[in-house]
C-alpha cells in the first residue's frame, strides 16, 4: 500500500511544467503496467447511479485509494442517493485551493449493443473502427503504446480522471515536488442520473466547498481535431413531449383515411415549423437572450482549427445544418427532435390512423437563455399555429371545443453557464496547461454537452473550467465505450502540472 505521510512534502524551489512533464512521462514509463492494472480494477465496478451497492462500492474504493495519498476523505451521504467522495489535500502555505469535479457514476447498458460485456474491462491493439484487436492487458511497460484502447463502460466517461488524479499525486510524492494549492476532490456518483441531489449537497456542505477558488470539471474528450482544449462553459438543457391528437381511438385507414386527422401529420407540420430548410429555430425570441462573446473568446473562437469537412465526412453528412461553422452553432441555442412515435413501421405497421403521436424535443441553452422562458416561447409557438395546450388527455369536452389540441410535458433542466478567460487564475490554467499540450490548446468558449457548472458559477460565484481527457471518439453513452491510452497519459501529466502550477 502507497501509504504517504500527513506531513506533505515540499522543496525550495518549484519546477517548470516542462520538468514536472518530464517526470511524469518517467514515472509512466515505469509504472505503466500498474496504472493500467489500477484503472481496470476500477472500471471493473458497474457504476450505474440506481445500482446503489455498486455504486457504494465504487465509492468505497475511491476513498481508499484517496486515503493511500495521505488525502483526507468523508463519504457526503443522503438517504437513498450515491454518496459525494469527498477528499481534502492541505498545503501548508497555500493561498490558493483548487477542486477536482469528477463523477464516478456511468450510463446504463444494453448488453446486447455492446461487443464484450460492458462490466469486463478489454484491451485492444488499436480502435475497433481501425481494426483493433483484443489482446492481453500488458505485462512489461514497453508492450503499452499509445494507440491501445481499453473498452468498457466509464472508460472514456468518466473514471479516466480518477486514475490521472490518483498517478499524479503517485508521480508528486515519487518525485517529492511541491503541491502548491491546497487541493479538494469532490467526486459526484449521479451526474449520468441528472444531478438531482447535487444542489442540496452543495447547500448542506457549504464551509467544505466555500473556500476553493477555482472549480476543475475533469469530464468530457478532447477536441474533434484531436488536439487538447480547455473548455470554459457548457451549455445548459431542458426540453418537453408533445403530443398530439386524432380520433379517440385508432381507426382503419381504409374506412377513415382522408377524413380523419393524422396525429402524425399534425405533428410533422407543427415540427416543421419552428426551422426554416437552414436548420435555424424560427421560433420567435429564440436567440435573443444569447450573451454575447468577449473579444478574447472571439479571438480564441476564431483560432480554433476547422473540423466540419472531416465531420461531415467521419459521420456520414453530407449537409448540416446552418451556415455558420460547428464551433460557432454551439454557441446558439439549439432545438432538437429527439424521438418520435406514431402508429408502426416495417412487419409491425397496420392500416390505421393512430390514435396520438408524441415528439421528445431537445433544448441545448447558451448562456443568458433561461430554461422556462426557453420553453414558454416554444408553447407560444404552438399556440400561434393553431393548437390549445393542455397538460393530461383532452376528454371528450376538450376535443369537441378544439380543432388541434397538443399535451405538452415539460421537462426540468438548468441554465448554461460560462466562466471569463480574463480572470488571473484563469491565464495561469491556460499557461501551464500549454506546457503541457503545446501551443496547439484550444481554449474553447463553449462544449456543445451539458452539465451543472451553473450550480458553481452562478450559485457558488465562483468560476469553472473543463479538463477534458478522453479521446474525442470515446463512444461515451454509447455501446463499446473505450479510452485510448495516450489520452490516459495525457491526462496524468495535466493533472500533475496543474497540482504544481506557480500561485
Known sequence: MRVISAIFILIVSQLSAQDVNKLAEKHIKENGVQIIDDFKTLLSMPN?????????KNAQHIISELNDRGVETKLLRMVGTPPIVYGYYPVEGADRTLAFYVHYDGQPVDKTKWTHNPWEPVYYSD?????????????????????HRIYVRSAGDDKAPIITILTALDMIHANKLAVTSNLVFFFEGQEEAGSDQLHQYLSDNRELVDEIDLWLFCDG????????????????????????????????????GNWAPVPGQLLSDLIASMKDEEGNVIIEGFYDDVEPLSKLEKEALANIPPIDESLKEELGINDPEGTETYN????????????????NTGKLARNVVPATATAAIGMRL?????????KDLVEAHIRKQGFHIVREDPDQ????????????TRSGGYPAARTSMDLPIIQGVIERSKDVAGEDLILLPTLGGSLPLYLFTDEL???????PIANHDNNQHAADENLRIGNLWYGIKLMGALMTMEE
Open 48 to 56: 450505474v447511479a440506481f445500482d446503489l451497492p455498486n455504486i457504494n
Open 127 to 147: 480502435a475497433m473502427f481501425n481494426g483493433g484487436e483484443p489482446m492481453d492487458f500488458p505485462s512489461k511497460t514497453e508492450d503499452i503504446e499509445e494507440n
Open 221 to 256: 474528450p478532447v477536441h474533434q481535431s484531436r488536439k487538447p482544449q480547455l473548455v470554459f462553459g457548457v451549455r445548459g438543457v431542458t426540453g418537453m413531449e408533445i403530443t398530439t391528437y386524432g380520433p379517440n381511438r385508432p381507426l382503419h385507414s381504409g374506412h377513415y
Open 328 to 343: 460557432e452553432r454551439l454557441l446558439l441555442p439549439s432545438l432538437t427532435i429527439k424521438g418520435l412515435s406514431s402508429g
Open 366 to 374: 447558451v448562456k443568458g437563455c433561461d430554461p422556462e422562458k426557453q
Open 397 to 408: 369536452e376538450t376535443r369537441m371545443r378544439y380543432p388541434k389540441i397538443a399535451k405538452v
Open 461 to 467: 460565484k465562483k468560476p469553472a473550467i473543463i479538463l
